[in-house]
């Protein structure tokens, strides 16, 4: 009896040891994070005023602003939507729906997929350059921006509806089949249609990395000072990671407060999607039982 | 009696697993014939070659012929897509799909097609009706298929089926997810559905192919043992493994 005793007395002292370390490291990681986010907003918050949001950067960091950065941010993420979702789904339709999956070159090409996701962003900045720039001559546009990033993404977007396909069960599969229904049309019918919130998640949340990507973008020709906004596909852009950095390079303080700013855009902006990401999920989520 | 569907010497493999071995049978017209057999010995796989469901699984191969009106069901040339629509198929666990309920029962129909638009309000009460379903759900067209139980789940999915006005319905145990009150529901439907349609039902349940089915075929590891008259089939089984199955002997 004493014996049990003691044992369940070690347990119970184990359990605690081990419930005190991970808090421990939760704060940890928790202090680390919000010292951060706390010192960017008390730098940045002063001067994060509508003026800031509306004018063109300038060389004195009291007038300057983002909005050319804002505008080639915008254009340059929609852009890798339109690019990287039709391509991405599309693939993914192919390679559950229509594929051989015991075809050697599908097993190759989905692990390569996955493999593709893990390649650091600058290497698709490098090919970007390679490719887009030079090879079709397309030069450091907008659009060679916008084709970069989908490069970037399409793994992601890729493997995330594959995920979202496959959880379609196959019982419905099966039942639209027998009804005489085409393999087209239950795609369109049934499959997509209760895939596309998991899709969607996955694409606002690849994109929304992409937008705070900087690497590859600088590759390919971004500027982090424009004093114009793009107005077609083949201009010259900037984007908000670009004049964040652009700024934080400078000696004088007063950029280092209008890069907080521009990191604090960049984080509401995030927050936004993310959010929207999860509000899909939830409201959308359809139940199968 | 006419005969709908005709198998003749119908061999059928998963890989190397050959899982139907010389299958011989008629299948009458406006009849319901019952499947029966211990788990494992077929009949789903049964039915899933008369409506080339099979197709879907990888690596399966079937020999013979299934003659349906004249057609050779196994031909590869055959327009699966049609077959499908004259062949319905109704599965084990109701799995409507995730929309209203009318749009269920037109799902096929505006995919195919070949229906106007302002005959859909008819197709979907006259399946509706057909299935039984109508006046539990006439006032709720619009919600989801899910908010139903089971079994009027299961006679949308027959409803869904009927809007593609097939000749025969394949119904792989219907009921076996249900309970008595949703399933003698099923049953009494079944009557009224053989006048118009060819019923293959699998079942589990020996009783319940002694009350619906006209005849009876009994399956044993991927054989047929024994097919004629359900009547002749309970009263008085020709062949001894039959005898055991129906009175029990086997699980
Ligand atoms: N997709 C498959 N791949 C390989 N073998 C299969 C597959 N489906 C069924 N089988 C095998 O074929 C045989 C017949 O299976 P089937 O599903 O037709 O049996 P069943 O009579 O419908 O059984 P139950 O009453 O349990 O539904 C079984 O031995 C089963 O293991
Ligand atoms: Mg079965």
């Known amino acids: ?289 | 009696m006419t005969v709908k569907v005709k198998v003749e010497n119908l061999n059928f493999y998963y890989g190397d697993f050959q899982a139907l071995k010389n299958i011989n049978i008629e299948i009458h017209e406006n009849k319901i014939t019952a499947l029966i057999g211990p788990s494992g010995c077929g009949k789903s796989t049964f039915i899933k070659t008369i409506d080339r469901m099979y197709d879907l699984i990888e690596d399966t191969r079937a020999d013979g012929h299934i003659l349906f009106d004249e057609m050779d069901i196994l031909k590869s040339d055959v327009d699966v897509v049609e077959l499908r629509k004259r062949i319905g198929m109704v599965f084990q666990k109701p799995n409507p799909f995730p929309k209203s309920i009318s749009e269920n029962v037109l799902y096929a129909v505006k995919r195919h097609g070949d229906v106007n638009k302002v005959a859909f309000n008819e197709i979907v009460e006259n399946s509706l009706r057909k299935a039984s379903l109508w006046d539990e759900v006439k006032s709720k067209l619009h919600q989801s298929a899910f908010s139903l139980s089971g079994g009027q789940q299961q006679r949308l999915c027959i409803a869904r089926t009927l809007a593609t006005k097939p000749e025969v319905i394949l119904m792989d145990e219907p009921t076996s997810a249900l309970d008595p009150i949703a399933t003698s529901k099923i049953e009494e439907l079944l009557q009224e559905l053989k006048k118009e349609y060819t019923v293959i039902i699998v079942t589990h349940s020996m009783q319940q192919a002694a009350r619906i089915s006209d005849y009876t075929g009994f399956f044993l590891n991927g054989e047929l043992i024994e097919f004629g008259n359900t009547k002749d089939i309970f009263t008085n089984p020709k062949d001894k493994r039959t005898e055991d199955y129906i009175t029990g002997r086997y699980g």
Do not use: C
């Open chain 1, 1 to 289: 009896m004493s014996n049990f005793k003691r044992k369940l007395k070690r347990r119970h002292l184990i359990n605690n040891l081990f419930m005190v370390l991970l808090v421990f490291v939760i704060s940890i990681s928790f202090l680390v994070l919000g010292t951060l986010l706390l010192e960017i907003f008390l730098r940045g918050y002063k001067t994060l005023t509508w003026d800031f949001i509306t004018s063109m950067p300038s060389g004195r960091a009291s007038r300057a602003g983002i909005l050319p950065a804002l505008i080639g941010s915008f254009g340059v993420i929609a852009l890798t939507a339109l690019i990287s979702i039709p391509i991405g789904v599309g693939t993914a339709i192919y390679l559950t729906e229509y594929a051989d999956k015991k075809s050697k070159f599908v097993k190759l090409l989905q692990l390569n997929i996955s493999n593709l996701a893990g390649v650091p962003a600058i290497v698709y900045g490098i090919l970007g350059l390679a490719v887009f720039s030079q090879l079709v001559g397309l030069g450091p546009s907008l659009i060679v921006g916008a084709f970069t990033l989908s490069l970037l993404i399409l793994p992601v977007i890729i493997v995330s509806a594959i995920e979202a396909i496959k959880a379609v069960p196959n019982s419905i599969r099966e039942g639209s089949y027998a009804l005489g229904v085409t393999r087209w049309k239950t795609i369109t019918g049934v499959i997509l249609p209760m895939a596309t919130p998991g899709i969607m998640t996955g694409s606002i949340l690849a994109l929304s990395r992409a937008m705070g990507e900087a690497a590859p973008l600088i590759m390919v020709g971004a500027v982090g000072f424009v004093t114009f906004l793009p107005n077609s596909l083949l201009d010259r852009y900037s984007a908000l990671p670009l004049i964040v950095f652009n700024w934080t390079s400078r000696p004088q303080a007063a950029f280092a407060e209008i890069a907080a700013s521009g990191i604090l855009v960049m984080l509401i902006l995030l927050i936004i999607t993310n959010l929207t990401a999860i509000i899909i999920r939830n409201k959308t989520q359809i139940r199968v039982d």
